[in-house]
């Protein structure tokens, strides 16, 4: 069985790593690495624009990708962070275009510790999006993610069945305001009361 170790070793030799989050199974990627980047677009079939999410190991480290972090943002973190909210900020100009939309950058934390420990070891951001190709339903096990994607993925990190009913909340700031992308685990009415 790899451990997480293995698991950091491949991400930083530009592989791809299946690994647990607090929702589903996710595949990373360096999202510093071209070279990890094209072989996570190309395993997908996911076709250009549409951005993949990011999973930041702490606040600090998430917030690095973004030119800046609206006070709202802050707020939202200290809410819901760890968990099941991506945040999208503006972003800053050395991030990968594909893992960019018109609003910029989504990022998490998660609580997973797996997926944490894994961003923690690279020392930066990992992708985290869904462990299957594009079209397809997202994994709720290891036996799920591999059959989608077998060996074309160096390591399969086991974390068990995750139960997540629902993808995180995906929610845009900027300076002028919030706005919501995509309706998740945490509902538009707990955003909300976050930013009374």
């Given at each position: 069985m790899p451990s997480v170790e293995d698991g950091i070793a491949a991400l930083q030799a530009g592989e791809l790593v299946v690994y647990?989050?607090?929702?589903?199974?996710?595949?990373g990627a360096d999202a510093f690495s071209s070279i990890a980047l094209r072989r996570l677009f190309?395993?997908?079939g996911r076709e250009p624009g549409k951005p993949v999410g990011l999973i930041a190991a702490d606040s600090a480290m998430a917030f690095s990708v973004a030119r800046e972090v609206p006070l709202d943002a802050r707020r939202l973190a200290d809410a819901f962070w760890p968990g099941p909210l991506t945040l999208v900020l503006p972003?800053?100009?050395e991030i990968a275009s594909e893992l960019t939309g018109p609003d910029g950058?989504?990022?998490r934390v998660s609580p997973n510790p797996v997926a944490r420990a894994l961003s923690a070891g690279v020392g930066?951001?990992?992708?985290?999006?869904?462990?299957?190709?594009s079209g397809e339903a997202p994994?709720?096990?290891?036996k799920q993610a591999r059959a989608g994607l077998d060996e074309k993925v160096k390591v399969y990190l086991e974390g068990g069945k995750l139960t997540a009913l629902a993808p995180s909340s995906v929610v845009a700031i900027n300076a002028s305001g919030w706005k919501m992308v995509r309706v998740g685990a945490i509902s538009e009415d707990q955003i909300a009361a976050a930013l009374k």
């Open positions: 647990p989050t607090e929702t589903f199974y996710a595949i190309q395993l997908k972003a800053r100009g950058v989504g990022v930066r951001p990992i992708t985290a999006t869904s462990a299957n190709l994994a709720s096990t290891l």
